[in-house]
């Protein structure tokens, strides 16, 4: 099946579960307001392309001013984060470097002093509970934070696309019975998608990546259902939504975004589950 396939398939599933989008209803959600100075590139996973590195290296300064760190904890991979480096480091980022720690000693000095200069962080691909789990509650973390804020870009791809959410999509299932197939959610019900809480870059819009490619449309549906007034933003392999400090959006990459926003519930309960459908293709730009 064809992504113009599954695309199609979204927009009846809609009309299919009481979907109901008459001109002139009121859209109806949490504002996204961003007070950082700095950008995010969300890539949705697949191979990380070239427009996409390069994004996150002109955002961060370009090539010569740009002091890029990639942060791998999400992947089990050791030579994950030696690699991506290298990977910005071919496309001319003159300066790419790489964590290398376990948790226990990620607040030490030395490894706090990395961050130092730093004007672009590239999260690798993985679990994001285990990113989570690594980088939580740490200096670390709190100083990546004030990067980002000050200015300073952060990248991030697959389960780094997923943590920079606050409500992030671990990618299970809440109570699994044995004979589910937890990467695929195949029902429309409560309480059925695991969330945990991510690193909060964005507050009221939830992240799903992979999106297109591996038929996510469902689960994202699934978490919006369960916290009203949420949007949510499903970017597909190769493609990456650019969120500025304006509250602008861009989409840079191969491949679409796609972003769900919910409509106001009528007085007597109508349009209770209905949403507007963008699709947004590279080139497109969006106010949130």
Sequence with gaps: ???????????????????????????????????????????????????????????????????????????????????????????????????????????????????????????????????????????FFDKMLQIYKDGGVIGGTSAGAAIQSRIMLTGRQVNPGPDDESPYFNEIKSNYVETKEGFGFLDNIIIDQHFITRRRQVRLINVLLDNPGYRGLGIDEESAVVVNPDNTIEIVGENCAMLFEPYKKGENGENAHSFKLTILYPGDTYRL
């Design 1 to 139: 099946m064809n992504k113009s396939y599954f695309i199609l398939s979204v927009i009846l599933m809609f009309f299919l579960t009481s979907c109901k989008c008459d001109k002139g209803e009121q859209l109806d959600f949490l504002p996204e307001n961003i007070t950082a100075k700095g950008t995010l590139v969300i890539e949705g996973g697949g191979d990380r392309i070239a427009p996409i590195l390069n994004k996150i290296i002109e955002k961060g300064g370009g090539p010569d001013s740009c002091r890029l760190l990639v942060i791998p904890f999400a992947s089990q991979l050791p030579d994950t984060g030696e690699r991506q480096a290298a990977e910005f480091r071919a496309l001319g980022c003159r300066n790419a470097d790489f964590m290398l720690c376990d948790k226990d000693s990620i607040d030490n000095p030395e490894n706090l002093a990395k961050l130092d200069g730093v004007t672009a962080i590239f999260l690798s691909g993985g679990d994001q509970s285990r990113l989570k789990e690594f980088l939580g509650g740490t200096k």
